[in-house]
């Protein structure tokens, strides 16, 4: 199906998964045609986070994906068992779920301004303006280095893209 996407002109942009594998990725971000991300904390010095799946061979990408502010469901209807939300809809949340969007929302914002960019062009695009690497985990409250990777993964960086974009004619 994801080569479907992609000639669909629709890059899969799947997260690596939230199990602290250091030398895999989850389904379906083993698919060679997925554009896998891993997920950061520390957005300031950033780190692969404690619990993002991490590998050489599929992931693409590493994106902030700690202490996202994102919304949420706060109920639960019991007679639906649907979700509901009455209020306080938006909370702190963590997992490569909340870096795959990020890099998703951005890599619509390269599409509209380059719309004849193809989606596999889009992901070396995010990849290639990259400041920032990333070769290192670090443990739960963020205090300690422990593991270091033996090759190092882009950092998804926004202000970098920014500041480095030209707005094309």
């Known amino acids: 199906y994801f ?13 690596a998964g939230n199990s602290s594998f250091v030398d895999s990725v989850g389904s379906p971000g083993c698919i060679s045609s997925a554009f896998t991300i891993a997920a950061l904390t ?29 919304s949420v469901a706060v109920n639960i209807d019991r007679s639906t068992y649907k979700q509901t939300c009455s209020k306080n809809c938006y909370a702190y949340m963590e997992g490569t779920s909340m870096a795959a ?51 190092s993964k882009p950092v998804l960086d926004l202000r970098n893209i920014v500041r480095r974009f030209t707005i094309p004619d």
């Open 101 to 151: 969007p990020m890099t998703s929302g951005v890599i619509a914002l390269v599409r509209q301004l380059y719309p004849g960019m193809s989606p596999q062009d889009s992901g070396k695009f995010l990849i290639n303006i990259s400041a920032k690497s990333v070769n290192k985990r670090v443990t739960y409250d963020n205090k300690k280095i422990n593991y270091n990777f033996k090759f």
């Open 42 to 70: 520390n957005h300031q010095n950033p780190y692969i986070a404690y619990y993002s799946n991490f590998d050489s061979v599929n992931v693409n990408i590493a994106s902030p994906g700690t202490q996202i502010y994102s």
């Open 3 to 15: 080569d479907k996407l992609v000639e669909a002109d629709i890059l899969p942009v799947v997260s």
